[in-house]
């Protein structure tokens, strides 16, 4: 169908509703497991370089500054819900993954069983 007819924003509205339904009625985790999750979702990690690029860039600018400017990867608003819920319909990106689907960016794996028996 999305070979054919193209991305179907009703579809994807489906897609949405039901991914939603997930979220919410999701397993609870360990509290440990969540801060966890979250903090990595609200910081990038930078290498030594990016990092001391960073600081040459910005020599007396205060910590909390380059925190919000750097570090904050999403807006704090949304920490909970990233990688979680569909938000945003883009029929160019599907389009662009659909196309980019063809056997020659495929890799096969043939497993082979021998039997010794």
Not at 73 to 93: F, M, N, Q, S, W
Request: proline share 4%; glycine share 4%; charged share 25%.
């Amino acid at each position: 169908m999305l070979q054919e007819k193209g991305p179907q924003e009703w579809y994807w509205n489906e897609i949405k509703d039901i991914v939603a339904i997930g979220y919410r009625f999701r397993e609870k985790s360990y509290a440990t497991n969540l801060v966890t999750d979250l903090t990595s979702r609200m910081q990038v990690r930078l290498s030594s370089t990016q990092f001391m690029g960073h600081c040459k860039k910005y020599p007396t600018i205060e910590r909390q500054k380059f925190n919000e400017m750097v570090l904050q990867r999403y807006p704090i608003e949304d920490v909970l819900t990233v990688g979680a819920l569909l938000t945003e319909y883009k029929p160019d990106l599907i389009k662009n993954v659909m196309d980019s689907l063809v056997p020659e960016n495929s890799r096969y794996v043939t497993i082979v069983i021998v039997n010794s028996l």
